[in-house]
Nanobody
């Protein structure tokens, strides 16, 4: 599985961005997908994740209610809609995928993911 993240950019506080994670490979539909972010000088942190079917999602507390993760398995793409952006959301955003059985719980730790995209920069100005 190869992943390509896109959609980052510069936005003012309160604005919105939609990130996309395009996957390739026949096993993409068997993968749960997560978004993580890393700000300068900080550890990579979990943002949101979605099950392989798209029926289950989970979010970090600091983005809950503002971010929405979704997926289109036919297009092999996972999206992260980010609304009400804050300066503290500034980071490089990475998507990651992990093969899992359909009943597996959604994963939230970086070490649980097998494949990573290259990252896309999100900058929120105050």
């Amino acid at each position: 599985v190869q992943l390509q993240a896109s959609g980052g950019g510069l936005v003012q506080a309160g604005g919105s961005l939609r990130l996309a994670c395009a996957g390739s490979g026949y096993t993409f539909g068997r993968c749960g997908v997560g978004w993580f972010r890393q700000a300068p000088g900080k550890e990579r942190e979990f943002v949101a994740a979605i099950s392989r079917s798209g029926g289950g999602t989970t979010y970090a507390d600091n983005v809950k209610g503002r971010f929405t993760i979704s997926r289109d398995n036919a297009e092999k793409t996972v999206y992260l809609q980010m609304n009400s952006l804050k300066p503290e959301d500034t980071a490089i955003y990475y998507c990651a995928a992990a093969q899992m059985i359909i009943t597996a719980p959604i994963r939230t730790r970086p070490a649980e993911y097998d494949y990573w995209g290259q990252g896309t920069q999100v900058t929120v100005s105050s």
